[in-house]
């Protein structure tokens, strides 16, 4: 009799185990090993059976935002999280956002019954059109699946445990340095994740050759986890050329493209521009995986709305992607929320809602161009010294400013000025009333030799 259907040794609970223990036995961070490793104990009489818990730190990049509310400096500035403000410093809700919500909230036949586990599936036919091309041969031939996930690190999580559960090899490479989540998301999901070069900080740009050597020593199949555009936190992303290269190497060797598009419209002001490398990619008939999430292109953050987009050689296949898919999520959180995709997909549907869209989101990256061009023209005009013209170079949300751990901590301290540790600085978050001040904080960190 068949008693135990989780015990079998490959089981991917006992993989995700292994993974995260190999993960944490490599030393990569040794506040989440204690986290993990700090021995349960019975606690004594009366005394919690949680009292060996030790404090977890806050989140690298959310935690910065909690310091800053609890600072009370009226000068006080977050450029921490990657979330647009306008030049009043205020979050923005999207015009088309609104109109979207009120002819949600005006069609009283709306119901707020559970979601099939793939999500909206208008929402999610919209999504890949508007990620590979509304001409893509893979979405006319049927040959992609899309999951509505909760935005993009739910799609990134279920793709990566999509992966552990059913691709062959289990090694995903990110670049060095990502977004801090990456590694945790697919150690948890299941993945064993290896990092090949990307930034050099000598040039503080593409270290395009180490890159591709790292690539091109990966284990056949291996998997590759990309940023499609605005490479965050550096801000530098490979040229188009650039992009044809690592296409043909990847494909030489069976490496499995993971796009992580959390992006798309940001960097250029164009959503098709943005999304060209994906479609190259899909241009050449393989298979590939991307993660969509309308957190920043439609200032829908708290939604957590997004889309996973499994593109494969044939549409049987496809199918038989999306059936297993769902066994991925309904254990994980049964079917995604309905209120963020429905909004997508009035906006997505719509063609007059759609291009007020496209003009709002260009308007934001336009924004944030014209903070770099104020910025860098503030530190000229102070004579700071260095090179600052990546300020200008880099694109996306992000300048990578390569002011290192005690400066930023110095600005925090004398001018309250909340950043990640690493040096990346958010440019949505300023305006022109706010960057002679970080000139000013930058100025005087750069001349202080801290
Ligand atoms: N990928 C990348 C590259 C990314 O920068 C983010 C968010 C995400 C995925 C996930 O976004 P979601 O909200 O799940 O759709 N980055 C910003 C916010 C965060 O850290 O959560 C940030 O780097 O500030």
Same mark, same amino acid.
């Given at each position: 009799?068949?008693?135990?259907?989780?015990?079998?040794?490959?089981? $991917?609970?006992?993989?995700?185990?292994?993974?995260?223990?190999?993960?944490?036995?490599?030393?990569?961070?040794?506040?989440?090993?204690?986290? #993990?490793?700090?021995?349960?104990? *019975?606690?004594?009489? !009366?005394?919690? #059976?949680?009292?060996?818990?030790?404090?977890?730190?806050?989140?690298?990049?959310?935690? #910065?935002?909690?310091?800053?509310?609890?600072?009370?400096?009226?000068?006080?500035?977050?450029?921490?999280?990657?979330?647009?403000?306008?030049?009043?410093?205020?979050?923005?809700?999207?015009?088309?956002?609104?109109?979207?919500?009120?002819?949600?909230? /005006?069609?009283?036949?709306?119901?707020?019954?559970? %979601? @099939?586990?793939?999500?909206?599936?208008?929402?999610?036919?919209?999504?890949?059109?508007?990620?590979?091309?509304?001409?893509?041969?893979?979405?006319?031939?049927?040959?992609?699946?899309?999951?509505?996930?909760?935005?993009?690190?739910?799609?990134?999580?279920?793709?990566?445990?999509?992966?552990?559960?059913?691709?062959?090899?289990?090694?995903?490479?990110?670049?060095?340095?990502?977004?801090? /989540?990456?590694?945790?998301?697919?150690?948890?999901?299941?993945? *064993?994740?290896?990092?090949?070069?990307?930034?050099?900080? *000598?040039?503080? !740009?593409?270290?395009?050759?180490?890159?591709?050597?790292?690539?091109?020593?990966?284990?056949?199949?291996?998997?590759?986890?990309?940023?499609?555009?605005?490479?965050?936190?550096?801000?530098?992303? $490979?040229?188009?050329?650039?992009? +044809?290269?690592?296409?043909?190497?990847?494909?030489?060797? !069976?490496?499995? @493209?993971?796009?992580?598009?959390?992006?798309?419209?940001?960097?250029?002001?164009?959503?098709?521009?943005?999304?060209?490398?994906?479609?190259?990619?899909?241009?050449?008939?393989?298979?590939?995986?991307?993660?969509?999430?309308?957190?920043?292109?439609?200032?829908?953050?708290?939604?957590?709305?997004?889309?996973?987009?499994?593109?494969?050689?044939?549409?049987?296949?496809?199918?038989?992607? +999306?059936?297993?898919?769902?066994?991925?999520?309904? $254990? &994980?959180?049964?079917?995604?929320?309905?209120?963020?995709?429905?909004?997508?997909? #009035?906006? %997505?549907?719509?063609?007059?809602?759609?291009? +007020?869209?496209? %003009?709002?989101?260009?308007?934001?990256?336009?924004?944030?161009?014209? &903070?770099?061009?104020?910025?860098?023209?503030? %530190?000229?005009?102070?004579?700071?010294?260095?090179?600052?013209?990546?300020?200008?170079?880099?694109?996306?949300?992000?300048?990578?400013?390569?002011?290192?751990?005690?400066?930023?901590?110095? &600005?925090?301290?004398?001018?309250?000025?909340?950043?990640? *540790?690493?040096?990346?600085?958010?440019?949505?978050?300023?305006?022109?009333?706010?960057?002679?001040?970080?000139?000013?904080?930058?100025?005087?960190?750069?001349?202080?030799?801290?």
């Amino acid at each position: 009799m068949k008693t135990n259907d989780f015990s079998s040794s490959s089981s $991917p609970s006992d993989r995700r185990i292994g993974a995260l223990l190999r993960h944490l036995t490599a030393g990569t961070d040794a506040d989440r090993v204690s986290s #993990v490793f700090a021995s349960p104990t *019975s606690g004594g009489a !009366g005394g919690s #059976v949680f009292a060996h818990l030790v404090q977890a730190p806050e989140d690298a990049i959310l935690g #910065v935002t909690i310091a800053y509310n609890k600072d009370p400096s009226p000068i006080k500035l977050n450029l921490g999280v990657g979330a647009y403000r306008t030049e009043e410093g205020k979050p923005l809700v999207l015009n088309v956002v609104r109109k979207a919500e009120q002819q949600l909230i /005006n069609d009283r036949s709306r119901i707020k019954e559970y %979601l @099939p586990i793939v999500g909206l599936v208008e929402f999610n036919k919209l999504s890949a059109k508007l990620i590979l091309g509304a001409d893509s041969p893979a979405i006319r031939e049927n040959r992609v699946t899309t999951v509505e996930c909760l935005s993009g690190t739910g799609s990134l999580r279920v793709g990566g445990e999509f992966l552990a559960r059913h691709y062959h090899q289990k090694t995903i490479y990110i670049p060095q340095p990502t977004w801090g /989540n990456h590694p945790k998301i697919f150690t948890l999901a299941g993945l *064993s994740v290896k990092t090949y070069r990307y930034y050099d900080p *000598s040039t503080r !740009g593409l270290n395009f050759q180490g890159l591709l050597e790292d690539l091109g020593a990966a284990p056949q199949g291996s998997i590759v986890l990309l940023h499609a555009c605005a490479h965050n936190p550096t801000g530098v992303d $490979p040229t188009l050329e650039q992009w +044809e290269q690592i296409r043909k190497l990847m494909r030489s060797k !069976g490496l499995m @493209p993971f796009f992580d598009s959390a992006y798309q419209g940001f960097a250029s002001g164009s959503l098709d521009t943005d999304a060209k490398p994906i479609r190259m990619f899909v241009a050449d008939g393989g298979e590939l995986l991307v993660a969509q999430s309308y957190a920043k292109n439609m200032g829908l953050y708290g939604e957590r709305v997004g889309a996973l987009s499994i593109v494969c050689k044939a549409a049987d296949v496809a199918g038989r992607v +999306e059936s297993q898919l769902k066994l991925v999520i309904r $254990p &994980m959180y049964s079917n995604p929320p309905i209120h963020g995709a429905s909004i997508v997909a #009035v906006i %997505l549907r719509d063609r007059n809602l759609f291009n +007020e869209w496209t %003009l709002e989101l260009k308007a934001m990256a336009d924004r944030i161009i014209s &903070m770099r061009k104020q910025l860098f023209e503030a %530190l000229r005009a102070r004579g700071t010294p260095g090179d600052w013209t990546h300020i200008i170079k880099q694109i996306g949300m992000f300048t990578f400013t390569g002011l290192n751990p005690a400066q930023v901590s110095y &600005m925090t301290k004398e001018y309250h000025i909340y950043m990640t *540790s690493d040096g990346r600085i958010s440019m949505a978050g300023l305006s022109s009333k706010t960057v002679p001040h970080l000139a000013d904080a930058i100025h005087a960190v750069v001349t202080k030799a801290l």
